[in-house]
Structures are given as structure tokens and as C-alpha cells.
């Protein structure tokens, strides 16, 4: 059985993006969002809760963009001189050891409880620009999602897809030998899913990743209706940026206009008659 979640990241990061959701959950593939709370778009999720039942609804814990929820001086090394989070110096200060432990758990739980308090029952988690798989940050969020019951977390078995290439196993090892600090940080990736799955989260067998081995890239058509062709068998995860860019997006976005193109394609036919031509069953985390 080839089974798939589609998750759509940064819900309440901007209202273009939420805009850009709302379409791709009701007239798209998307089965899943994570959650940006610390930004004033989070007060549609409630709305998105009532309205897509099925839908599974996890938390992107966000250490490093815009304004903490917790007030500036509860979490002093967290933010600076403007009372900001320290955006792309935050994971150079956290290795170094400048970033409190104590204060990442007050601030992320501060963020589950936002998210909670929106009458959404939160499915799984993972973190903005995957920050969270650093040590501190990944310990961090491992405890309050235990805390607040959640039952799952990104996988971070990278499946490096390749839609240019019927002989994938040679198009890996060629990437992996012209890029050896990759085999490093993908090792440790997926040591830190085992490490989840010890402590009781449900994880995907694999997170499809486009655009390593070859030109794909998740803003091309092609990319996803070859993603369907070419899906593994089992329980397969890949996560989307589909939004409406706007001034926010624009602020503390490198990503931005592609994902409208994402919204089209979450919305395409021609995904969703290639996911049914080749048996892929579209699922949520609720059904991990």
C-alpha cells in the first residue's frame, strides 16, 4: 500500500498563507498543517478546525522568527535587543550554549498552549525551518509535546527523490560522495526519529525530499505528478509551503512567491488523477 500525508507548513504564519491552505485542504491534496502561533494569522485555525474534521492540525514550534509569545524578559536569551527572536543567529547562539534549555520549554509550551486554547486537538510536531533537530531545541520540543499529549512527530528519514532517473541507488551515491557533510546531517536526522519513536511518537517510514538529486522542486507540476508515479510503498510523508504572499511573508520569507505556484499544484488535476492512477491513498497523522 503507497500512503502519503501531505503537510502543509506555517498555518497562522501570515493570512496568505492561511488563505493558501483553506484552498489546498478544500479543493487539494492537503491532509495536514503545522501551526506557526506566535503570529496574529493564528486566530483562523480555529475556524480551520471546525471546518476540516479530518484534517490532522500539529504545531510548528518557531524559535527563530518574529516575536516570542512569552513576554521578552521570561526568555532572555531567546530574543534580542528589540525583544525578537534572533532569527538566522539563533542556531549558532544555541550551539554555543546561549540559549537557556529552560527557556526554549517555557517558550514552546507557552506556544502548545496558544494552540490549544483554539479548540485544536494537536496531532503532531516538528519545527520551522527544521531547527528543531539541533540537540537542546529537539530535547525541548520532545518534552512538551509529551507534556500536552502529543502523539507525533515529522519524520526524518529523508527519501531524496529523483524524478529525472530510473536508477536512483546511483544518483545517490554520486550526491552523497560530492556532498559528505550531508551523510552526516541526514544520519542524524534520522537518529533523532528513532530517538522520537523511543519515547513513544508515531513517525512516517520516510520524508520525501525533492530537488537534492536532480532539478525537481516542489513549485513544478511535473515534480509532484512524477512524486505520485514514483511513491514507495508504505507510509510516506512530504511537506508543502502553499500561501499567497503578502508583506509578512515578504518580511521574514526567503521562499515567497513559489508558493503560489504550490497552491495550483495542491489544487491540479492532474496530481490528484496521478495519485488515483497509482494507488497512493492520501492520509493525515491521525492515521499514523
Not at 550531508?182 to 520524508?207: C, P, S, V, W
Not at 512567491?257 to 492520501?282: C, F, P, Q, W
Request: a positive charge; aromatic letters at 10%.
Amino acid at each position: 500500500m503507497k500512503r502519503l500525508i501531505v503537510n502543509a507548513d506555517g498555518f497562522g504564519f501570515t493570512f496568505g498563507i492561511n488563505k493558501g491552505i483553506f484552498e489546498s485542504v478544500t479543493d487539494g491534496i492537503v491532509t495536514s498543517t503545522s501551526c506557526v502561533v506566535n503570529f496574529p494569522a493564528i486566530e483562523d485555525v480555529g475556524k480551520l478546525a471546525r471546518e476540516f474534521k479530518p484534517l490532522s492540525i500539529g504545531i510548528h514550534f518557531n524559535l527563530s522568527v518574529g516575536s516570542p509569545v512569552c513576554k521578552p524578559k521570561e526568555i532572555p536569551s531567546l530574543v534580542d535587543e528589540t525583544g525578537e527572536f534572533h532569527g538566522a543567529r539563533f542556531s549558532s547562539l544555541l550551539m554555543k550554549g546561549k540559549i537557556v534549555e529552560e527557556e526554549m520549554v517555557k517558550e514552546l509550551r507557552a506556544q502548545a498552549r496558544i494552540l490549544k486554547s483554539n479548540g485544536v486537538e494537536i496531532s503532531h510536531w516538528d519545527g520551522h525551518q527544521n531547527k528543531h533537530l539541533y540537540p537542546p531545541f529537539f530535547r525541548s520540543g520532545m518534552s512538551v509535546a509529551k507534556e500536552f499529549g502529543i502523539k507525533a512527530i515529522r519524520t526524518h528519514r529523508r527519501y531524496l527523490f529523483s524524478s529525472e532517473s530510473n536508477n536512483r541507488t546511483r544518483v545517490l551515491v554520486k550526491y552523497y560522495i560530492s556532498h559528505p557533510k550531508q551523510i552526516a546531517t541526514h544520519i542524524y536526522a534520522r537518529r533523532n526519529t528513532r530517538m522520537a519513536e523511543r519515547n513513544g511518537f508515531k513517525a512516517a517510514d520516510r520524508l520525501i525530499t525533492p530537488a537534492y538529486l536532480d532539478r525537481s522542486k516542489k513549485s513544478n507540476l511535473e515534480t509532484w505528478i512524477s512524486i505520485m508515479k514514483r511513491l514507495p510503498e508504505g507510509t510516506n510523508e512530504i511537506y508543502c509551503h502553499p500561501g499567497y504572499p503578502d508583506d509578512t511573508l515578504r518580511k521574514y520569507a526567503v521562499y515567497v512567491d513559489e508558493r503560489l505556484e504550490e497552491v495550483a499544484i495542491m489544487k491540479s488535476a492532474e496530481v490528484k488523477e496521478a495519485a488515483r492512477e497509482n494507488g497512493v491513498t492520501l492520509i493525515s497523522f491521525w492515521e499514523l
